[in-house]
């Protein structure tokens, strides 16, 4: 069989060709220099806050408080790096971030994943009833709970344990939201293909469903990643000290030592604590990439 | 490879007054083609779908090799289907996704591989089997369906208008192919189009639905020749057939002027009489037509008119030869071969046998 001979023009490059035609003939340049102003405001809006704050910790301490604002510190310093690291336990903390996050991390991803598996391609009574119920759940801000819940983990001892921060936060109604309308989105052809090719529930959802919804699943993991290693308010009820406490903890402890705020310290600290989901965000987002249902139906 | 028996099947969708497949009794044997043929929404493919068990059968029930499939899993019914959007797995390779199955069975890798092979080798996918189906043309991932379901060597073919995303010309070639390979394989398959010159080439039999009932099932030949009423009638043939309203006198039609002699019913008032396009000859004496479209074909012509002097009158199609090609606005003097005009209830629509 001849396809390509028969085929001829591939109809993705002539619309292609369209598109720019169009985009051309469409306010041409004047478009594009308000397009260019956009993104250099956007990045602006964005960018000068991390910049103040990256100056701000290798600036000397009264260079903080010059005015008018100093844009470039003269000499740099690592001082605030090393007061951030020696007078609070910041290692100490910066564990306990790392084993909470990982943890929580895990625990909200396989339960968003599974609950939106069964509330999405599994038929069982009282689903959509369920499925209200997670939705109220993601209704309810976090503040709201706090009290009871603070009641009920410290009536249990768990005050200052790893147990007591992770487990009231394991919850997980924005995942199951979120993958679940990814898991209806995949075509229900390849959802009965694979039933009939004799896919059970699991390897359905391990070979077919999941690998279909990467960009999604990817994105999720980020944004949970993110949230859990900036949690701030239950992580600070729970801990009293570097035994439990996470960074933002460690950092309310640094910006309280002295009566006065040093801020050069805490912002060599907030540096220090932002690097780790930068690092976890440059490696992940590059997976973020669409078109990975290209070819799954339809020609 | 099995026989199917549908016994008074009928699906019920929610908030449809009707169903939507209406006690289907088919008896498919075993290495037949059978082809499902009618109207888009006439419940065609939820008709194979039933069979493959992916849309549950309200009343009646269904056999495959004489065992009754009532609650038995999609999986487990050993049916194979190849879907009109292809369905493939976009993260597999072409051999992975024909593997998959194999795999889920429980057959080895070597096994699985060298089953892959031989399908591969039928359907000249070898080259392509390491591609995913991003990187596949439509006719290729086509191809890639059919080695999944055949790779299975199922009991039951279902194919769900596999050739409606190609372009003509290979749905040509394609057609021929399964058809070929179908009897090669002499799996029983179940085929669903709404193109009927699928269903006349394909299948050893053609059953043609209509808002969810089965109206007719028989061989090609004879659903052209025998239509049981004015819907198969109408369906089957391209350009379709001419159903002309006809009062009855004397024991004859009056088709707009030209006497039809009936073998029976010849008491009825009135018979709808259906002539194929063929079915008619030129001459001097008969319904005289003017003409207002030729659609010249090259080797036959099909013309189009309306009685002289009657602009309201029925639009009759007429197949010329070659060598006659009116203009339009000729009149043409045509007369129905006796032989070949089909009679019809006027009420019904059924045939009068």
């Given at each position: 069989?001849?396809?390509?001979?028969?085929?001829?023009?591939?109809?993705?490059?002539?619309?292609?060709?369209?598109?720019?035609?169009?985009?051309?003939?469409?306010?041409?340049?004047?478009?594009?220099?308000?397009?260019?102003?956009?993104m250099?405001?956007?990045?602006?809006?964005?960018?000068?806050?991390?910049?103040?704050?990256?100056?701000?910790?290798?600036?000397?301490?009264p260079?903080?408080?010059?005015?008018?604002?100093?844009?470039w510190?003269?000499?740099?310093?690592?001082?605030?790096?090393?007061?951030?690291?020696?007078?609070?336990?910041?290692?100490?903390?910066?564990?306990?971030?790392?084993?909470?996050?990982?943890?929580l991390?895990?625990?909200?991803?396989?339960?968003?994943?599974?609950?939106?598996?069964a509330l999405?391609?599994?038929?069982?009574?009282?689903?959509?009833?369920?499925?209200?119920?997670?939705?109220?759940?993601?209704?309810?801000?976090?503040?709201?709970?706090?009290?009871s819940?603070?009641?009920l983990?410290?009536?249990?001892?768990?005050?200052?344990?790893?147990?007591?921060?992770?487990?009231?936060?394991?919850?997980?109604?924005?995942?199951?939201?979120?993958m679940?309308?990814?898991?209806?989105?995949?075509?229900?052809?390849?959802?009965?293909?694979?039933r009939?090719?004799?896919?059970?529930?699991?390897?359905?959802?391990?070979?077919?469903?999941?690998?279909?919804?990467?960009?999604?699943?990817?994105a999720?993991?980020?944004?949970?990643?993110?949230?859990?290693?900036?949690?701030?308010?239950?992580?600070?009820?729970?801990?009293?000290?570097?035994?439990?406490?996470?960074?933002?903890?460690?950092?309310?402890?640094?910006?309280?030592?002295?009566?006065?705020?040093?801020?050069?310290?805490?912002?060599?600290?907030?540096?220090?604590?932002?690097?780790?989901?930068?690092?976890?965000?440059?490696?992940?987002?590059?997976?973020?990439?669409?078109?990975?249902?290209?070819?799954?139906?339809?020609? | 490879?099995?026989?199917?028996?549908?016994?008074?099947?009928?699906?019920?969708?929610?908030?449809?007054?009707?169903?939507?497949?209406?006690?289907?009794?088919?008896?498919?044997?075993?290495?037949?083609?059978?082809?499902?043929?009618?109207?888009?929404?006439?419940?065609?493919?939820t008709?194979?779908?039933?069979?493959?068990g992916?849309?549950?059968?309200?009343?009646?029930?269904?056999?495959?090799?004489?065992?009754?499939?009532?609650?038995?899993?999609?999986?487990?019914?050993?049916?194979?289907?190849?879907?009109?959007?292809?369905?493939?797995?976009?993260?597999?390779?072409?051999?992975?996704?024909?593997?998959?199955?194999?795999?889920?069975?429980?057959?080895?890798?070597?096994?699985a591989h060298?089953?892959?092979?031989?399908?591969?080798?039928?359907?000249?996918l070898?080259?392509?089997?390491?591609?995913?189906?991003?990187?596949?043309?439509?006719?290729?991932?086509?191809?890639?369906?059919m080695?999944?379901?055949?790779?299975?060597?199922?009991?039951?073919?279902?194919?769900?208008e596999?050739?409606?995303?190609?372009?003509?010309?290979?749905?040509?070639s394609?057609?021929?192919?399964?058809?070929?390979?179908?009897?090669?394989?002499?799996?029983?398959?179940?085929?669903?189009?709404?193109?009927?010159?699928?269903?006349?080439t394909?299948?050893?039999?053609?059953?043609?639905?209509?808002?969810g009932?089965?109206?007719?099932?028989?061989?090609?030949?004879?659903l052209?020749?025998?239509?049981?009423?004015?819907?198969?009638?109408?369906?089957?043939?391209?350009?379709?057939?001419?159903?002309?309203?006809?009062?009855?006198?004397?024991?004859?039609?009056?088709?707009?002027?030209?006497?039809?002699?009936?073998?029976?019913?010849?008491?009825?008032?009135?018979?709808?009489?259906?002539?194929?396009?063929?079915?008619?000859?030129?001459?001097?004496?008969?319904?005289?037509?003017?003409?207002?479209?030729?659609?010249?074909?090259?080797?036959?012509?099909?013309?189009?008119?309306?009685?002289?002097?009657?602009?309201?009158?029925?639009?009759?199609?007429?197949?010329?030869?070659?060598?006659?090609?009116?203009?339009?606005?000729?009149?043409?003097?045509?007369?129905?071969?006796?032989?070949?005009?089909?009679?019809?209830?006027?009420?019904?629509?059924?045939?009068?046998?």
């Open positions: 069989m001849t396809e390509s001979a028969i085929t001829g023009v591939d109809p993705d490059e002539s619309s292609g060709r369209a598109h720019q035609a169009e985009a051309a003939s469409f306010g041409g340049v004047l478009m594009k220099v308000a397009g260019y102003a956009a250099v405001a956007v990045l602006l809006l964005v960018a000068a806050p991390l910049f103040w704050i990256v100056i701000t910790s290798i600036k000397e301490r260079d903080i408080y010059t005015q008018p604002a100093q844009w510190p003269s000499p740099p310093t690592a001082d605030g790096y090393k007061a951030a690291t020696t007078d609070i336990e910041f290692w100490s903390y910066f564990k306990n971030s790392l084993i909470i996050t990982t943890i991390s895990i625990a909200k991803i396989v339960l968003g994943v599974l609950s939106a598996y999405s391609l599994l038929r069982f009574p009282g689903r959509t009833i369920i499925f209200v119920i997670v939705i109220a759940a993601l209704m309810v801000p976090n503040q709201i709970t706090v009290i819940n603070y009641a983990v410290s009536q249990l001892g768990w005050r200052n344990t790893y147990q007591g921060i992770i487990i009231p936060l394991a919850g997980v109604a924005f995942g199951t939201f979120l679940r309308n990814q898991f209806l989105s995949v075509p229900g052809e390849i959802i009965e293909a694979a009939l090719d004799g896919a059970g529930p699991m390897k359905l959802l391990w070979r077919v469903v999941l690998p279909m919804s990467w960009p999604t699943l990817i999720f993991s980020i944004i949970t990643v993110v949230n859990e290693w900036n949690e701030y308010l239950w992580p600070f009820l729970m801990s009293d000290d570097a035994r439990t406490g996470t960074l933002p903890v460690g950092l309310t402890q640094l910006q309280n030592n002295d009566g006065i705020t040093n801020w050069g310290p805490v912002m060599a600290a907030t540096v220090l604590a932002m690097l780790p989901v930068l690092i976890v965000f440059l490696a992940l987002q590059r997976h973020m990439i669409k078109g990975l249902t290209a070819g799954a139906v339809k020609g | 490879m099995a026989s199917v028996y549908f016994d008074g099947a009928t699906r019920r969708h929610k908030g449809n007054a009707r169903p939507s497949v209406d006690s289907v009794t088919l008896d498919i044997e075993d290495g037949e083609f059978l082809v499902l043929v009618g109207p888009s929404g006439c419940g065609k493919s008709t194979l779908r039933m069979l493959a992916l849309e549950p059968v309200d009343d009646g029930t269904i056999y495959i090799d004489g065992h009754d499939q009532r609650g038995v899993r999609p999986r487990d019914r050993d049916v194979a289907m190849v879907f009109q959007s292809y369905a493939l797995y976009p993260n597999m390779s072409a051999e992975e996704n024909m593997a998959f199955a194999l795999r889920n069975a429980g057959m080895g890798k070597a096994e060298q089953r892959v092979l031989e399908a591969a080798k039928i359907l000249e070898e080259p392509l089997l390491g591609r995913k189906p991003g990187q596949l043309s439509g006719g290729q991932r086509q191809r890639v369906a080695g999944r379901a055949i790779v299975r060597q199922p009991k039951v073919f279902c194919m769900d596999p050739l409606s995303n190609l372009d003509a010309k290979l749905r040509v394609t057609r021929a192919q399964i058809a070929a390979l179908q009897r090669r394989l002499g799996v029983t398959t179940v085929y669903v189009t709404h193109d009927q010159v699928e269903a006349m394909m299948g050893h039999r053609v059953a043609v639905l209509n808002a009932v089965l109206q007719q099932v028989d061989t090609p030949e004879a052209y020749d025998r239509p049981v009423n004015t819907f198969v009638a109408g369906f089957i043939g391209s350009p379709a057939i001419n159903l002309v309203e006809a009062p009855v006198r004397d024991g004859q039609a009056d088709l707009l002027g030209a006497p039809v002699p009936l073998q029976q019913r010849a008491d009825a008032e009135r018979v709808i009489l259906g002539v194929r396009p063929e079915s008619w000859t030129v001459g001097a004496q008969g319904v005289p037509v003017r003409v207002e479209l030729v659609e010249s074909l090259g080797a036959e012509a099909f013309v189009y008119g309306r009685p002289e002097g009657d602009p309201d009158g029925p639009r009759l199609t007429v197949r010329l030869e070659k060598k006659l090609r009116p203009e339009v606005g000729d009149v043409l003097t045509i007369a129905p071969v006796p032989a070949e005009v089909h009679v019809f209830d006027a009420e019904s629509g059924q045939r009068l046998a």
